[in-house]
């Protein structure tokens, strides 16, 4: 049986969960303790970061904007994402972790998803079954461009997100892989068929944590390589918001 997403009207809203604070229009999304340690360090934050639902308030060159920070996986996160767009979230870059599945991309490398294999359920009750998500926006290319001023090496490709991170089966790698697929997660292609379906900009930059094309699982997780890259990657992530034009 297919899921269908309903087509009547919505009987618990998003904005059943906002309040009256006033947050900005541009946002960035965050999953791991790394890029909230980033977040601290590059940005006037102060106190306690941790999951939560409700989005936060930053300031980044003296520019306000919007911070998701969800648990992970596909229903989590868009809980926090639809939350974010009723409090007036307009355009985000996510910042994630996903595991390479293409030969050659290394732990701490970056990857900027144009297309996604959806094995998450999420998206399911957004977009009809035959859907097939894809970014080439202007907030993608400005992100893609200042990736190359900095000389960073990046991959463009498919991603496939997946609920069972214990069933990333090596069959299923192969086949992913011959497709264009790079890497795999739990969350991008939820993310952009809500934000399709929602009409938010959104561009995603994935660092590769762990590497799963040897036969075996590579992982970089606590590593000083993988820490360094996801700081980074969230600078680069500020720093395209805030020359966004």
Not at 8 to 23: A, G, M, Q
Request: charged content about 25%; glycine content about 8%.
């Amino acid at each position: 049986m297919f899921i269908e997403p309903g087509s009547d009207i919505e009987l618990i809203s998003p904005r059943e969960f906002v309040d009256d604070r006033v947050y900005p229009e541009d946002g960035i999304i965050i999953f791991t303790e790394y890029m909230a340690d980033a977040i601290k360090q590059y940005t006037d934050f102060k106190g306690r970061l941790t999951y939560s639902n409700k989005p936060y308030s930053i300031k980044y060159r003296d520019i306000e904007f919007m911070l998701i920070y969800p648990f992970y996986g596909a229903p989590a996160t868009i809980v926090a994402f639809e939350i974010a767009i009723a409090y007036g979230l307009k355009r985000a870059i996510a910042v994630g972790e996903a595991g390479a599945v293409k030969p050659g991309v290394r732990i701490g490398e970056y990857i900027l998803p144009t297309w996604g294999v959806r094995e998450e359920g999420t998206s399911y009750h957004y977009m009809p079954p035959d859907y097939i998500p894809r970014i080439g926006n202007n907030l993608y290319k400005s992100l893609l461009s200042r990736l190359r001023r900095e000389g960073v090496k990046v991959y463009e490709g498919g991603v496939w997100s997946i609920d069972a991170i214990f069933r990333e089966t090596l069959d299923k790698i192969r086949r992913y892989r011959d497709m264009g697929v790079l890497c795999v997660d739990m969350e991008s292609t939820a993310l952009m068929a809500v934000a399709d379906y929602r009409g938010i900009e959104i561009a995603i930059l994935l660092v590769a944590s762990d590497e799963l094309y040897h036969g075996k699982w590579v992982s970089g997780w606590r590593s000083e390589l993988l820490k360094e890259a996801e700081y980074n990657a969230v600078r680069i992530a500020l720093d395209t918001l805030a020359e966004y034009k």
